[in-house]
């Protein structure tokens, strides 16, 4: 439903191996994409250098051309023939004409001379600013001898080129300009005439390199470098900043001067940079040939930075380098959201179907709130616990449905359970184990409650101590009888318990305990007509405060009202209840003594055995204290020697003999001094322990009757003794086998051990005790039926299992003369002769009751009118006595 700010295991595992994966994969497309369209566009600006490097060198080279072909139209003319034939003042005017007109019409002409053989100009015509063509006058013509351009024609062979550097230059007015100059050498036949020589304007040659670059809009850079690597012009530069870069290539790249001179075109990769290059080369159609040789004029370089390609292209993805960062983002982004989407839309329907569920089934009331207490759900063991259905709950605070006992600070992650008394439309109150879930929101605030309600574990005292500790205002804690003590007014306490709750548990399911707490809760209001309701701390224990009441007489008829009510079969089912009662002021000095007082005398009624309710007293707590440190006690008292056995005599009653003793336990502890078997044997039974008990009484009178076996058949030979078996240690066939092989090891002989069972365990196990009975009759064991007439068996029946002597119990002795006890006696004895079985009157105190049995017939008696049970060196002292006297 909520996540409770943190991110739940499965949407983090989905985000690893779903969303992550599809993000590196879209990542690693457009990375290698990008790649692709890197080498693509890489691949692209390589073909346009190269073809920008080819048209440029054309360019260059076809504008070269026509240069050589001006300069051989003034070297192939028939003025020049005409001069070169006889060189006389006419034929040099006519070739100054010559030149004059040529350089009219080629205005990339700046000036045309013609040298003598001693480097003397003869004609030279030049180009002025505006446009106007001169012949330089005799007078004003220079002496070029010492001219490097004069020196180099001079020595070359006919037909061969020369070709200047490309210079800068200024006129005589300041302008600019970039000179490149060719010249021939001219001959008549062997005979070396002079100089043909032409100045060209280099940025004719070299303009078209920068409208190229012009055209190309990208950062393709071309350079036209001469043999020496410097760098005579940049595309961007304007041709009349000729070297102005300043720049060799082949200082700054040594690698580029052997890959360039490799072949006359290609492209190299050095480092990150991509070089395409084009050789270029004079091109002359005549048959001239040009100095020095065929060497390449230039080289025309174009460059570019692979790193630098996204900004040369117009690929959105290459220029803008993070937008594949951008777009993996954006998917994992959204593969997260749809992931987190998804998964609580999943989760919330299935949590919704769980919920639905567990609250449809759950035994456990459930109640949802909102933010403001109020119900927006309930399920229906909460209907049955409030006595409300779900339409009047929904929209009512669910604090004024409940108290709690138990002053709770909201925090965050705790889940707290503490008790809670639920008010049930009725009136009265059912305490609960409350657990409240708190759900917040993500901006931290609360959102729902979650309020489980489940049975309480809860004891009164648990109850007390806990308003104790947490109250000082005890009127917190049970709002309603506090105001009851608090009107000066004396209130009775009853705390009443389901006695045989273990075995109704074990009937009931949860809902139907709930049931059968409401509906006891309500006959119990209405019997005893409390003003406050009743209060329900399990479905077993009951508080009812009565308002006016002393601990009387009518007191004791109410409740024994009560108890009888329940004797009848309620709702179908056998309950017995036990009640304790305390009251304010005389017992109880306040609620929570009340409470706990009440609580402890009802725990006494087993104990006290006075009906089925007990008024607490001091004496009443005496014991009860008494009895919790027995229960202590017992749980170390077998690794102590504090048990021992204790025999009481059997006698005949006609020869007053000793035929027999009963082995009974005795404790004797340090600090509680002699505790009862009738005190400490519900404990061990309670806590299930009675079989500690059988194995030693088994192992010790045992060991008795082997130590005294020479003397006790020698005294009376039809001695027996006898051991009493719970119903719990009889269904134990450890402790049945147990019997038989120690009577066996100490080779004792038959009928040398009786065992006496309880009316009770005989009838209860009927068929399997009748199979037990074969055992121990087997084993040479006799069976005795102790307490005889306390159950409600009848006679006959008890006859069909094979008995050897049947002990009736104490109680009817002691009524002795009562008329019905001595029917009983007599109906006993007559049945028991027919089946051959002994009879022995218990608990036989005094002289007229044993003369009544030996009147009677009846054949043995056990009682203190002879001894109590006493210890092994006495009772052989007894059998001493009893044996010289007769
Ligand atoms: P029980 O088997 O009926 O034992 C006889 C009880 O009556 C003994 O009480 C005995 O001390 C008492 N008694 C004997 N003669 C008289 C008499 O003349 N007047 C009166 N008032 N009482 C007399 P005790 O020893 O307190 O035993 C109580 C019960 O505890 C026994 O009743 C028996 O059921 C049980 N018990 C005793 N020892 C053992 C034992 O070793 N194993 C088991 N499983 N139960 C035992
Ligand atoms: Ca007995
Ligand atoms: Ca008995």
Not at 152 to 176: C, F, H
Request: net charge negative; with cysteine.
């Amino acid at each position: 439903m909520v996540l409770h700010g943190k991110i739940p295991r499965r949407i983090l595992r989905l985000m690893f191996l779903l969303v992550l994966p599809i993000t590196l994969v879209c990542f690693t497309l457009l990375f290698g994409y990008e790649r692709s369209l890197k080498a693509q566009a890489s691949l692209t600006l390589q073909a346009e250098q190269q073809k920008g490097t080819l048209i440029i060198t054309n360019q260059i080279e076809s504008v070269f051309s026509q240069y050589v072909s001006d300069l051989l139209v003034v070297y192939n003319s028939n003025e020049f023939s005409d001069y070169a034939q006889d060189p006389n003042e006419t034929t040099l005017l006519d070739l100054a004409r010559l030149f004059v007109r040529i350089t009219n019409q080629k205005e990339y002409i700046f000036h045309q001379r013609f040298i003598d053989t001693q480097g003397k100009e003869l004609i030279q015509v030049d180009r002025n600013p505006g446009g106007l063509i001169t012949l330089v006058s005799e007078e004003q013509l220079e002496d070029l001898h010492k001219f490097e351009l004069f020196l180099s024609v001079r020595n070359l062979a006919p037909r061969v080129l020369y070709i200047s550097k490309v210079t800068a230059e200024t006129d005589e007015k300041g302008n600019q300009k970039s000179v490149i100059t060719l010249a021939l050498p001219a001959y008549r036949g062997s005979v070396f005439l002079g100089v043909v020589a032409i100045d060209f304007d280099a940025c004719h040659l070299l303009s078209f390199m920068a409208a190229y670059q012009g055209t190309l809009n990208k950062d393709l850079s071309f350079s036209l470098i001469d043999p020496q690597g410097r760098v005579l012009l940049s595309g961007e530069n304007s041709c009349l900043a000729l070297y102005e870069t300043n720049r060799n290539l082949f200082t700054e790249i040594p690698e580029l001067r052997s890959s360039l001179y490799d072949s006359d075109q290609g492209s190299v990769v050095i480092g990150n940079v991509i070089y395409t290059y084009q050789a270029v080369y004079p091109r002359t159609y005549e048959r001239l040939s040009w100095n020095p040789g065929r060497v390449r004029l230039w080289t025309l370089v174009s460059s570019f930075n692979t790193a630098d390609v996204p900004h040369l292209t117009h690929e959105f993805l290459l220029s803008h380098g993070s937008v594949k960062y951008a777009i993996s983002v954006l998917v994992f982004v959204l593969g997260s959201i749809l992931v987190v989407f998804f998964q609580v839309r999943a989760g919330d329907k299935q949590q919704m179907r769980i919920s639905s569920l567990i609250a449809e089934y759950a035994t456990n009331g459930i109640v949802v709130c909102d933010a403001q207490q109020n119900i927006t759900f309930c399920n229906q063991a909460f209907e049955e616990l409030s006595g409300y259905t779900q339409n009047e709950l929904i929209g009512r605070s669910s604090h004024r449905l409940r108290q709690d006992l138990q002053v709770v600070t909201h925090t965050r992650h705790q889940e707290e359970i503490h008790p809670a008394w639920v008010f049930h439309r009725s009136g009265n109150k059912f305490l609960t184990s409350l657990s409240i879930t708190h759900l917040f929101t993500r901006g931290n605030k609360l959102e729902y409650s979650v309020e489980v309600y489940s049975p309480s574990q809860w004891t009164p005292s648990d109850i007390s101590e806990l308003c104790e500790l947490a109250n000082h205002d005890p009127s917190q804690c049970f709002s309603s009888v506090f105001s009851l003590l608090n009107h000066k007014t004396t209130v009775s306490c009853l705390c009443i318990r389901v006695q045989n709750s273990k075995e109704l548990g074990m009937l009931l399911n949860q809902s139907e305990r709930v049931k059968f707490s409401q509906s006891l809760a309500a006959t119990l209001s209405t019997l005893l007509g409390t003003t406050i309701g009743v209060h329900a701390f399990s479905f077993d224990s009951y508080f009812v405060f009565l308002k006016d009441t002393e601990l009387d007489e009518s007191m004791s008829k109410k409740i024994q009202s009560l108890v009888r009510t329940f004797q009848e079969p309620y709702n179908t089912l056998d309950i017995r209840l036990d009640c304790g009662i305390s009251h304010y002021p005389s017992t109880s000095s306040n609620i929570f003594d009340l409470l706990v007082d009440a609580y402890l005398a009802s725990q006494m009624v087993e104990k006290l055995k006075n009906g089925r309710y007990v008024f607490y007293t001091s004496d009443v707590k005496k014991r009860y204290q008494r009895h919790t440190a027995i229960r202590d006690a017992l749980s170390t008292v077998f690794n102590t020697d504090q048990m021992r056995l204790y025999y009481q005599a059997q006698l005949s009653v006609e020869s007053g003999t000793i035929i027999g003793a009963e082995a009974l336990i005795r404790w004797e502890h340090p600090v509680l001094g002699t505790v009862s078997p009738d005190e400490f044997l519900p404990i061990l039974q309670e806590q299930q322990q009675l079989d500690h008990l059988g194995r030693f009484v088994i192992t010790e009178s045992i060991q008795f009757l082997s130590r005294n076996l020479a003397f006790l058949r020698a005294a009376c030979p039809a001695f027996s003794l006898s051991i009493n078996l719970s119903p719990e240690e009889f269904s134990n066939p450890s402790l049945i086998d147990l019997l038989g092989s120690q009577l066996r090891e100490h080779r004792i002989p038959d009928n040398f051990l009786t065992v006496e069972l309880t009316e009770h365990t005989a009838v209860e196990n009927l068929t399997s005790a009748n199979s037990t009975l074969d055992k121990l009759h087997a084993q040479g064991i006799a069976i005795a039926i102790d307490d005889f007439g306390t159950g409600f068996s009848s006679l006959s029946y008890i006859m069909e299992l094979s008995i050897d002597m049947i002990k009736i119990d104490r109680s009817f002795i002691s009524r002795y003369p009562d008329s019905q006890s001595i029917t009983i006696y007599k109906t006993v004895l007559l049945l028991a002769k027919e089946v051959g079985a002994t009879v022995l009157a218990e608990g036989v105190e005094k002289a007229e009751q044993l003369a009544f049995l030996a009147e009677i017939g009846c054949d043995q008696y056990q009682g203190y009118y002879f001894s109590k049970a006493v210890d092994e060196a006495v009772f052989l002292k007894q059998v001493e006595q009893v044996t010289i006297k007769t």
